[in-house]
């Protein structure tokens, strides 16, 4: 009897594995269904993908934005629109020869899913090319743009575009560029563009036009021309070439809305440029100025830009909510600048209502030797008039030492000055934050996203791993290692 009823276990045991087995096959095998608020997105192959990236941007700076947004509207519930996405992970961001990685070599592991050394633009340390998911997507017949607050041919945008042993090459690299035959293309930088005896400044050393040859391929150029763009309404077929100033985009804090669009109003136009096309498009969006004000340790500068870079990804959040079943959206950074730590010594409190007053960013507040006159500035750009003695102290010792021609430390960028590092210090010290560098740290930096197949993102991951994901679940082929 207890045989019988030990094979009757046996038998029912096997059978409960069996079925297990089919239902995990069946799990694996169909599509998997990621639950999104009260919405189901399907996994699958997205139509329209779009990739942000904060540059210099990690927990620190997607903190104080969130905390500057809730400072600015008076809401304590608001949050950054990446902030929402219901898929999250952390991205490592080492280089191939350095833990602390630069923007060349960290967009290249973004673009291309390599690590490579710092400085190198698209290639591996050894100087092979290697395909760019931009390159991948554009083979497949998807329409592609490319966006940036700095010059097309800086680190990021260039790593997606280009191919090169050195990011310091830029005529070289907007030769690349133009060959690139990417649909959408805006951001600053003309200058490396138009030939050195040209109507407009330049800084090639030769005569080639390449506006030309964007013009001759069809494209709509807005060369040096805002408002042009702003007033470009795209149609079917439409190839734009837009870099609208002479070097990157202002930051926001600078940026006259009259004069130039917001990152957010080039994000809008190169949606309405791809979405035109009768295929799905992949699109770059950089935030990156945030990296420059996280070198120049201004607390207000990277609070402003964040906003501006999160209100970009507001504009692809509208467009996936009209086209949910058919977009991808991911956002993440290509390092951390700064060192950025939100709270100080001992107090518990972060008071970012100090930066709420600033009007300009540190480049507007320029020392030439006269006292009266920057203290006068800083009530009236910085809304900074109850310094104290001490902070009156420190920054007039900085004025000392710019009127020797000395720093206060050797290490400070060459586009600081004294002065410009101690009110940057006087600020972050009224919010209660602090900077542990002026250069990169070697920290993860979060990722978030939504959309179909956005749970793939999901995790502690490298940033190779990004572009080697986005090459999956768009059905593309990146360059095979060797």
């Avoid at 999104?36 to 699958?44: I, S, T």
């Avoid at 600048?337 to 972060?350: Q, R």
């Amino acid at each position: 009897m207890f045989n019988k009823n030990l094979k009757r276990i046996s038998l029912l045991l096997v059978l409960i594995l069996v079925a297990f087995s089919f239902s995990i096959y069946a799990m694996s095998s169909a599509p998997v269904e990621e639950k999104e608020g009260n919405k189901v997105v399907e996994q699958g192959t997205p139509k329209y993908v779009f990739l942000f990236i904060g540059d210099g941007m990690a927990s620190s700076q997607r903190m104080l934005g969130e905390y500057f947004l809730r400072a600015k509207t008076g809401d304590q519930n608001a949050k950054l629109t990446m902030n929402q996405f219901p898929v999250a992970g952390m991205n490592s961001t080492y280089a191939a020869n350095t833990l602390v990685t630069d923007s060349a070599a960290s967009a290249t592991a973004l673009a291309t899913g390599y690590k490579t050394n710092k400085g190198m633009i698209g290639q591996v340390p050894d100087g092979t090319a290697v395909k760019t998911i931009v390159e991948a997507a554009r083979d497949k017949g998807m329409a592609t743009g490319v966006i940036s607050t700095m010059r097309l041919t800086h680190a990021t945008p260039a790593s997606f575009l280009a191919h090169n042993e050195s990011r310091y090459n830029p005529n070289q690299i907007a030769e690349d560029i133009a060959a690139s035959d990417v649909d959408f293309l805006a951001g600053g930088g003309y200058r490396y563009f138009v030939p050195k005896d040209g109507e407009l400044k330049s800084k090639r050393k030769d005569d080639k036009d390449l506006v030309k040859v964007f013009e001759d391929k069809g494209y709509k150029s807005f060369v040096n021309d805002p408002a042009g763009f702003r007033d470009y309404k795209p149609e079917s077929g439409d190839k734009v070439f837009a870099p609208l100033t002479y070097s990157h985009l202002p930051y926001e804090l600078d940026r006259d809305p009259k004069k130039l669009p917001s990152l957010a109003e080039i994000t809008q136009k190169g949606i309405e440029t791809l979405s035109k096309k009768d295929n799905a498009f992949f699109m770059m969006v950089e935030g990156g100025r945030i990296d420059y004000a996280g070198h120049a340790n201004s607390p207000a500068t990277v609070a402003n830009d964040m906003l501006a870079f999160d209100q970009a990804i507001a504009k692809a959040y509208e467009f996936y909510k009209n086209h949910p079943k058919e977009t991808l959206i991911v956002v993440t950074g290509d390092h951390e600048t700064g060192g950025l730590g939100l709270g100080f010594k001992n107090d518990y409190f972060l008071n970012v209502d100090e930066l709420l007053p600033i009007k300009s960013s540190l480049d507007k507040i320029n020392y030439s030797g006269d006292r009266k006159a920057l203290f006068t500035a800083l009530k009236e750009e910085y809304g900074l008039t109850d310094l104290s003695d001490k902070e009156i102290a420190k920054i007039k010792q900085a004025m000392n030492l710019e009127d020797a021609g000395k720093k206060p430390v050797e290490y400070m960028p060459g586009f600081m000055s004294p002065v410009d590092a101690a009110i940057a210090n006087v600020l972050s010290e009224r919010v209660n934050l602090f900077w542990t560098t002026y250069a990169h740290s070697g920290t993860t930096v979060p990722l978030t996203a939504v959309g179909v197949s956005a749970t793939n993102f999901g995790g502690y991951k490298d940033n190779t791993e990004i572009a080697k994901t986005l090459a999956e679940v768009l059905g593309v082929k990146l360059t095979e290692a060797k």
